[in-house]
């Protein structure tokens, strides 16, 4: 049973800002560059795998900051009294 809605048990993917996402691509090239030969296949796909996703992420251009919010209507000035 879940405590709240929205906990990051949640299955959703976890937001990673621009800079967290190249920082994670730059130890994933290089844990794949320190990998021994006798590593198993299916690890090594793994981790090429996910440098290939980081990069087509990273290819994307950066989405600006007024796209991400919501838009809010504008307030109404308040009456006296």
């Not at 793994?46 to 796209?67: C, G, V």
């Amino acid at each position: 049973m879940r405590w709240r809605e929205g906990q990051l048990s949640d299955n959703r993917p976890i937001p990673r800002s621009r800079a967290e996402k190249e920082r994670q691509l730059r130890e994933l090239k290089e844990v794949y560059a320190g990998l021994k030969p006798h590593t198993s296949p299916e690890l090594r796909a793994s981790i090429i795998a996910k440098i290939k996703e980081l990069q087509a992420e990273l290819a994307q251009p950066p989405a600006s900051s007024r796209e991400e919010r919501p838009r809010r209507e504008p307030r109404r000035p308040r009456l006296p009294g």
